[in-house]
């Protein structure tokens, strides 16, 4: 069974991800404009490359299972 307390690798990688997240949401809950909806930004390549570093880094490159597992436990919101 996992440890309740995630390392400093996973933590980052979880921060990471809701950083990315929290971007892409509010990418889409932009208002729309005069003519329509406003078509959404691309995320910054920075953003999404500090999260696949993170996932890298703390070993869960290709584990999602196991990342959002982790995530759901730490972050029940998200």
Known sequence: ??????????????????????????????????TGPVPPSVVPPSVLAEAETALARAGLSGNEEEFFHMLREWCPSA
């Open 1 to 34: 069974m996992p440890s309740a307390v995630l390392t400093d690798r996973e933590r980052t990688a979880v921060q990471a991800y809701l950083r990315l997240l929290h971007t892409v949401r509010a990418t889409f809950d932009t208002p729309s404009g005069p």
